[in-house]
């Protein structure tokens, strides 16, 4: 049984370029959660996606936005990346009917030059 | 919404001697409060959780206690082993699937 994957592992971007992200979810979720952890600090919710549709945002910018696709798949976007927006971005799973247990991805590493 | 407040930032322990992390919520109407575990370099593990219709949960060596009125609910880790050492995370959530962090609690264990 797969648990939740993210890629890529590790990204370098300069300050106004966008980048993407995506996660796999553990077999037999169908919701993803996207989480911002900065260094030294606790994850920090950004949205979640569930039947292909944003069902809760953070308190983000639009300049992050995600998709989530019909495998349950998601990606997440950050687009004019800033300097600040360096941090791990974790991807959690869970099951929409059922615990409300999340499993977390590996995450990836984001640094913005 | 929900803030969580996590102490101590960090904590050194004896090997073997227990460990508590104390974390305290805002909103009454949150119902789910897990704790994950993140060594270095890793993925946050649940590692226990605990819902609003039950005070304590045991697994092993590691414990979490609940006190609805108060808002606060606790992390018991006892005989610690040095494989303890590692930052822990309390968090809180209403049913949404949305958690809110605490900022975490580095645990180091002495030989």
């Known amino acids: 049984d797969a648990g939740v994957t993210q890629s890529p592992t590790h990204l370098i971007k300069t300050r106004g370029q966008q980048v993407t992200l995506r996660c796999s979810p553990k077999s037999g979720h169908d919701t993803v959660s996207w989480y911002q952890q900065a260094l030294g600090q606790g994850p920090q919710f950004i949205f979640q996606y569930y039947e292909e549709e944003e069902r809760q945002r953070g308190n983000f910018p639009d300049r992050f936005s995600g998709h989530q696709f019909p495998n349950y798949s998601s990606e997440l976007n950050v687009n004019a990346l800033l300097l600040g927006d360096s941090a791990l971005y974790l991807c959690a799973s869970s099951q929409r009917e059922g615990p409300d247990t999340q499993y977390f991805g590996p995450g990836t590493r984001l640094t913005v030059l | ?111």
């Open chain 2, 1 to 111: 919404g929900e803030n969580v407040e996590q102490h101590p930032s960090t904590l050194s322990v004896q090997e073997g001697d227990s460990a508590v992390i104390k974390c305290t919520y805002s909103d009454s109407a949150s119902n789910y409060f897990p704790w994950y575990k993140q060594e270095l370099g890793k993925r946050p593990q649940l590692i226990i959780d605990i819902r609003s219709n039950v005070g304590e949960k045991k697994d092993q060596r590691i414990a979490v206690t609940l006190n609805k009125t108060a808002k606060h609910f606790s992390l018991h880790i006892t005989e610690t082993q040095p494989e303890d050492s590692a930052v822990y995370f309390c968090a809180a959530s209403m049913y949404d699937y949305k958690l809110s962090f605490g900022a975490g609690t580095t645990v180091t264990v002495r030989a």
